[in-house]
């Protein structure tokens, strides 16, 4: 069983910055990939980013990429998200997912099995 626990949501202005953590329990996070998934009001769950358990391998959605970078802690068993440049469109519910049937991430929510309660970011223009 995995527990995840996401922090550091909160209201920006448009251009501001803000780090997601994704805080999890159990001794075998660090071999799972994790994924950062976002759902705006009347939208579906958007993929945002994911990595794999070493770091190594890496996927953004187009609209992030150059302003958002995934990186993880095993030591700490903590995945963050660094989102720079944010924009009125980035303002979600983000959730941090881990995938324990794979090595390698994907970017389809249905594949991941653990999921965080969510963090509201809000980006003002």
């Known amino acids: 069983q995995v527990q995840l626990v996401e922090s550091g949501g909160g209201l920006v202005q448009a251009g501001g910055s803000l780090r997601l953590s994704c805080a999890a329990s159990g001794s075998t996070f660090r071999t799972y990939p994790i994924a950062w998934f976002r759902q705006a009001p009347v939208h579906e769950r958007e993929f945002v980013a994911a990595?794999?358990?070493?770091?190594?391998?890496?996927y953004y959605v187009d609209s992030v990429k150059g302003r958002f970078t995934i990186s993880r802690d095993n030591a700490k068993n903590t995945v963050y998200i660094q989102m720079n440049s944010l924009k009125p469109e980035d303002t979600a519910v983000y959730y941090c997912a881990a995938q324990i049937t794979r090595m390698v991430p994907t970017t389809t929510p249905a594949q991941y099995q653990y999921w965080g309660q969510g963090t509201q970011v809000t980006v003002s223009s």
């Open positions: 990595l794999s358990w070493s770091g190594d391998i890496t």
